[in-house]
């Protein structure tokens, strides 16, 4: 049984980052839409878990295309997205879940070329990964709701800009790691330093002028504000080693409060 539950768990992606940007976009977007069909949202959400756990199967089978158990596993997975998707689309309509089809496609190919390639943790996979889980989003805001307007976008684009955060700022912690036992990392640690900072500010700037004129409520910018201060504060650490489960805990604090935020904003 013991070995059937590890075989089961390494055909799950691992990355907890990621499952965390899976949800809370998905979460807020429920959380958000101006009315609320319970048996869509929950065909949904099926959805999309089945099509995200697809992944670990498919990046298996890339390498290697005669596994046995990674067949199984991603023809489980795709049975539930079917036994979710079709019903949700033929029977209850929600017919523009295919725009999200195929940039979420061309993006999970993405994701795992790079991986395969050994790119997986470069600025550009991670960004597109970002991108494509939070268009979680605005898909369960219609899903939930059959309406795909300009809030529901503008609630990706929160999404989208709080979870690209977190690249610069691992990276800056993580070379803060590095540079302990080798200073040759410092020159790195410095610009990674002023990239997550910039980065902050200028989102945190945005959000903030978004919500004087309206467009977004106010209280959107509390956890950018929260993320540039955080951002701020590893920067004026010197390098030292790194609690890495630590800090993994301390992004889903900041993700949970994100996720409240965007609720008590947004809720209907």
């Known amino acids: 049984m013991v070995e059937s539950l590890l075989i089961y768990l390494n055909m799950l992606p691992l990355e907890h980052g990621a499952w965390a940007i899976l949800l809370a976009p998905i979460l807020i977007g429920l959380i958000a839409a101006p009315i609320f069909s319970p048996l869509a949202a929950v065909l949904f959400v099926l959805g999309a878990l089945a099509v995200f756990v697809s992944r670990a199967p498919l990046q298996v089978l890339l390498a290697k295309p005669r596994d046995r158990r990674a067949q199984g596993w991603l023809a489980f997975y795709a049975v539930l997205a079917t036994g979710a998707f079709v019903p949700l689309i033929l029977l209850l309509g929600c017919w523009k ?12 190919a993405e994701n795992l070329l790079a991986n ?12 597109a990964g970002v991108f494509g889980l939070c268009l ?25 800009a709080f ?22 990392a410092l020159p790195a640690l410095s610009a990674m330093r ?9 989102t945190a700037g945005a959000v903030g002028a978004w919500a004087a004129t309206g467009g977004v409520p106010s209280a959107t910018a509390i956890p950018f504000i929260a993320a540039f ?40």
Not at 97 to 108: D, E, M
Not at 163 to 177: D, E, R, S, T, W
Not at 239 to 265: I, N, Q, T
Request: glycine share 8%.
């Open 136 to 160: 979680g989003a605005p898909a369960a805001y219609y899903a939930a709701s059959f309406q795909l307007d300009a809030r529901a976008w503008s609630i990706w684009l929160l999404c989208s």
């Open 97 to 108: 879940l295919l725009y999200f089809a195929v940039p979420s496609g061309l993006l999970l």
């Open 163 to 184: 979870y690209l955060g977190p690249i610069f700022y691992v990276k800056m912690a993580a070379l803060q790691h590095r540079a302990v036992a080798d200073p040759g």
């Open 194 to 202: 002023a990239r997550s900072n910039l980065y902050h500010v200028l």
């Open 116 to 127: 395969r390639s050994g790119k997986r943790f470069s600025a550009f996979n991670e960004g």
């Open 229 to 268: 201060l955080k951002s701020v504060q590893r920067g004026l650490r010197a390098p030292e080693r790194v609690d890495f489960k630590a800090l993994g805990y301390s992004e889903v604090g900041y993700s949970v409060l994100f996720v409240v935020v965007m609720g008590f904003a947004y809720a209907r």
